[in-house]
């Protein structure tokens, strides 16, 4: 009858562990379930004002950002290209891949969300691995003279 009973318990132990592997598979293949990809958002900001034009549009997706900045200021070397970053909390911090007068260049940009409005971040930036990057980006000012704000994504 011992033995029995032994032999019981072994069995009950042995298909209890079979379902939780069972649970723990269940639960891995639903995380790697592409129903479980990141929601991604798009948002489009702009900024014009008499011969002046700016204007960013970019797809959200976790924290990571990519999209297109465009810079178009009267008398200024016009200038477009893709930023890919991430965004964390109400900031931006992107590399923007620029090409403007027949030049391709790589520099840091930031922004900071204010309500409807992006306000671009400026500070001190150094060469480093072939693109400008910030040297103190916890340090730059927000400056609202050329304020974009939300617009329809086209």
Do not use: W
Not at 65 to 76: H, R, T, V
Not at 94 to 102: F, I, L, S
């Amino acid at each position: 009858m011992n033995k029995s009973i032994l032999l019981l318990t072994a069995i009950a132990g042995f298909l209890t562990a079979c379902q939780n592997k069972t649970s723990e598979e269940q639960v891995d293949s639903l995380a790697k379930s592409p129903d479980t990809v990141p929601s991604q958002s798009k948002a489009c900001y702009a900024y014009i004002k008499d011969r002046d034009t700016v204007s960013l549009s970019y797809t959200i997706a976790g924290n990571a950002i990519a999209g297109e900045f465009s810079n178009n200021l009267f008398e200024k070397d016009k200038n477009s290209g893709e930023i890919n970053g991430i965004i964390k909390g109400d900031t931006i911090l992107a590399d923007y891949t620029a090409k403007g007068e027949g030049v391709t260049s790589v520099r840091q940009v930031a922004f900071l969300k204010k309500g409807t409005q992006l306000l671009q971040g400026y500070g001190d930036t150094k060469e480093e691995g072939g693109k400008l990057v910030f040297t103190k980006p916890h340090d730059l000012k927000f400056i609202s003279a050329v304020a974009l704000t939300a617009s329809d994504c086209k």
